[in-house]
């Protein structure tokens, strides 16, 4: 596919959100954590490891355990749903939140960043860290299937069809995620594809870092619409925001998403516990609630 058109008013890029949980204000919608800024968040934890060393050496208590989580963008409003029930059960601790694209999360994971947990939009990604040997291959839990859809926030577009609102003269920017690091900008490009409208699109795409700022460019008019993930429109805080409708889930690859401990939170109990979280039957209904297909509860 040709590449796309720089978006208009389109933000700074900036680095991916952290949230520390429990809060109790909403998520925001988040940008990606670039893959060059990885280096800064990874210093960080070594001067935080550094310092519980130091004072450790000085008689001082070590610093409070955290659990660190990398999360695919599409969960940034579903998580605050999840975490907020995790939080609230006895012997927890408290989750630091990174949310953007599972594409710079994997190679951000390769070159040593360091999380406990990593939540992926495609279930490829926890399989190759497990092959590289860096996830534990036992932890690897399908929690949800993707779903994909189109959006918009004009009232004057028709969404009768991808075709229609592609081919419409007065849609000149299409946001989808990049899909060279997002799993649902691959879908999207897929979906496109199959439909026979890559060379069509490909003038009026805006691609977002990750789907979460694609959905964020047609919330804010950047873009007259989008293939955004069925879970952000569902969100609280932009459920009455616009209109959207399903694409057939023939147009793409399943968007298989799933989870996995990295060795590092394999020694970590709060991520053990976390990911047992995952598999209850409380969060496989949070994340219906927020418009995922689930998987079978126990798969090969």
């Known amino acids: ?48 490891v550094g310092f519980s060393r130091a004072a450790a050496r000085d008689g001082a208590p070590p610093a409070r355990p955290v659990l660190s989580v990398a999360a695919a963008s599409d969960l940034v409003y579903c998580l605050s749903a999840l975490h907020a029930d995790f939080t ?37 990604y926890p399989r190759a860290l497990v092959a590289a040997g860096l996830a534990e291959a036992s932890s690897l839990t399908p929690y949800a299937v993707g779903r994909l859809v189109l959006w918009t926030t004009r ?81 609280p805080v932009l459920r009455d925001t616009g209109r959207w409708v399903e694409l057939p889930a023939s147009l793409h690859a399943p968007l298989e998403q799933a989870a996995v401990l990295t060795t590092r939170g394999a020694a970590n109990p709060a991520a053990v516990r976390y990911l047992a979280f995952l598999r209850s039957p409380a969060a496989r209904a949070t994340f219906e609630r927020f418009g995922f297909s689930l998987p079978p509860e126990s798969r090969p």
Do not use: C
């Open 1 to 48: 596919m040709p590449s796309a058109s720089a978006a208009p008013r389109r933000p700074p890029r900036r680095p991916a959100t952290t949230r520390v949980f429990p809060e109790r204000s909403a998520a925001a919608t988040s940008a990606a954590w670039p893959a060059p800024r990885a280096l800064g968040v990874v210093l960080f934890w070594l001067l935080l």
């Open 155 to 235: 009232a004057d577009l028709d969404l009768a069809s991808v075709p229609a609102v592609v081919g419409d003269a007065r849609v000149k920017k299409f946001a989808i995620a990049n899909p060279a690091h997002a799993p649902y900008g691959r879908a999207a490009a897929q979906a496109l594809g199959k439909l026979g409208l890559s060379a069509a699109a490909a003038p009026k795409l805006v691609l977002g870092e990750n789907i979460a700022q694609a959905a964020q460019f047609v919330q804010t008019g950047a873009a007259d619409a989008g293939l955004v993930a069925l879970s952000l429109v569902l969100a």
């Open 88 to 124: 609230r059960q006895p012997g927890t601790v408290p989750v630091t939140l990174v949310t953007g694209s599972s594409g710079n999360f994997f190679a951000q994971i390769k070159h040593g960043a360091p999380f406990d947990v990593f939540l992926s939009a495609d279930i490829d």
